[in-house]
């Protein structure tokens, strides 16, 4: 296999359906996209394992919506891991790639090192909100953190809140040093009626599963698929070696699977001058003046880029009494740890 085959799918999302069973899915790749996520913090190890796999799973939800802005994940708990915050953005123009950005924000002082990474998390909830844009009203939905893993809580969440049987394997980790890859394959099995579970559901707490919205022959093909699914390894999801295309085959060619046009993804950011400005006009100037740093300025951070910031704070807030510089740019970028 050549270089160039092993990385064409990288920083992919591949959209497919399985004619027979009727269920689609989409196999996704993540790797220079990935490495610039980790790049902006040290994080220890489980931190990264939970954004890698948040990351991922955004990659694999955020193609599957027809989103015309962001679809953004939030996972809060009361663990040593407070927060995982990801947003994906849809292609601005037809063959653009969609950008994806995340950052985690946990104690370091009750953090487990070699601890298992969803367990730190603790209680809390997963939250999906769609954005559509400047005028249309965000949806979000919430589901109580349970399934031992993020995929877990996602494939709960679409039972829950959009009744669809969802399946989601994923694999991650370093692939040499502090270099990271992932890869996953979401299945979704296409609504044919409104679900028919009642009296709450299987999984975890009484919480819908996708064996609750589904009997008969649509129950056997998706039970079918799944154990198909679970034959498959972790250097096939993450790859270079296994193409996404050669992947389906090899699980699913009795299934008739048939791809469409893949979507590339990329690190992207959306932060600047002028949302931080936007974000601090609410503020009197004796607040602004409580931000101000005894250098005499004021100074903003985006957490998911580095991206740092400087402002005169007489530019700032809705009692300002400078105008804001024309082509402010801020005051570059740093990693943060």
Known sequence: MTLGSRIAWDDTVLPFQLDRPDI?????????????????????????????????????????IKLRWRLSLQIRGDGPVRLIATDYFAPQEAGAPARIRAYAGFDADRLDPDGEPFAQIGQGYLALVIDQGRGMTPYQGITPL????????????????????????????????????????????????APHAAGGGSGE?????????????????????????DTVEKPELTGPDVQATELLVRLFHEEGPRVFDPQPVTFGCTCSAEKVRQSLSIYAAADIAAMTTPEGQVTADC???????????ATLGFEATKPAPRGEMGGGRRARG
């Open 24 to 64: 689609r899915g989409r196999v996704a790749r993540l790797d220079g996209t990935l490495d610039r996520i980790l790049a902006q913090h040290a994080y220890p190890r489980p931190v990264e394992a939970l954004v890698a796999e948040a990351a991922l799973l955004t990659a694999l939800i955020g193609q599957t």
């Open 146 to 193: 349970s399934g031992g893993s993020l995929a877990g809580c996602a494939e709960t969440y679409f039972a829950q809140s959009e009744q669809l049987p969802t399946r989601f394997a994923l694999g991650y980790g370093p692939a040499g040093g502090r270099h990271w890859r992932a890869g996953g394959v979401m299945l979704q099995h296409m609504p044919k009626a």
């Open 205 to 229: 707490g009484g919480l819908l599963s996708a064996t609750d919205m589904l009997d008969g022959p649509a129950e056997e093909n998706w039970n079918r698929v799944n154990l198909l699914l």
């Open 303 to 313: 957490q998911f880029c580095g991206a740092h910031y400087v402002f005169d704070p």
